[in-house]
């Protein structure tokens, strides 16, 4: 399998990410010793509002780029062994993660959470403890993977439809989906998903039936890729 991810941004909101959090805990710190200077009182409350936003912000970007495993990394390892006609782009674009396939493209929309998570129809809900609720902020939410991978769908469409050059000899690139869950910690009950959901023991059984269909030709896989690449 090919693999071409933007290192560059990811390494940088990674370095933001760090950075940040030590600024914003440098403001909570500075804001607790304020009251003891009355003529810096009255700025106590507001720089330890700032202070508990850059540390939030902070910890969500240390977490999501620079914390391991990192996002990428579970993808390829979950899809090590795959041949290179397979491609992953991961960050190149409006889209975190695409996978182009010999049959198509597959927009990836990735949660690295443990824990309880159901899902029924467009329902999604996970057990969390109370802990998980303090860090509502820094950490990655459940929200709603589904709704979330559609939208990519329809931009990353309307996206090939845009700089994809027409070819009456070519067909329709299709493009589909999965969310997928890369902790192994993730327990999923399901009841009748509305996009397929997918994790670690079950991704590389999907993609083998995706590529049972009719193949994209060499040439056209190659635009699809510079379009992915953003070349």
């Known amino acids: 399998m090919q693999i071409i991810t933007n290192t560059r941004l990811v390494e940088s909101r990674g370095t933001w990410g760090k950075r940040l959090t030590w600024v914003g805990l440098f403001l909570l710190f500075g804001a ?12 106590s409350w507001p720089v330890m509002m700032a202070g508990f936003l850059v540390t939030n912000v902070g910890m969500y970007y240390y977490n999501r780029y620079a914390r391991p495993p990192l996002p990428h990394e579970m993808l390829e390892s979950a899809l090590k062994g795959l041949d290179n006609r397979y491609r992953l782009f991961n960050f190149m674009g409006p889209v975190d993660h695409v996978l182009l396939t010999p049959v198509g493209v597959l927009v990836i929309t990735l949660r690295r959470m ?3 998570i159901r899902c029924r ?3 999604w809900a996970m057990k969390t403890s109370l802990l998980s609720k303090l860090r509502l902020f820094t950490e990655e939410q459940l929200g ?4 979330d991978l559609l939208r990519d769908v329809k931009g990353l469409q309307k ?3 845009l700089k994809l050059p027409a070819d009456e000899n070519e067909k329709p690139v299709p ?3 999965f969310v997928y869950f890369g902790n192994p910690e993730a327990r999923l009950t399901l009841d009748q998903p509305t996009v397929p959901v997918l994790h670690i023991k079950t991704i590389k059984d999907y993609l083998r039936r995706q590529a049972s269909g009719e193949r994209l030709s060499p040439a056209r896989m ?3 890729a510079a379009i992915l690449e953003g070349r």
């Open 32 to 43: 607790v010793l304020m009251p003891f200077r009355e003529e810096l009182l009255a700025w």
């Open 114 to 116: 443990g824990g309880d």
């Open 121 to 123: 129809e467009n329902k």
């Open 144 to 147: 709603n993977p589904g709704d």
């Open 159 to 161: 996206l090939l439809e």
């Open 175 to 177: 493009i589909g989906g």
């Open 222 to 224: 190659e635009a699809v």
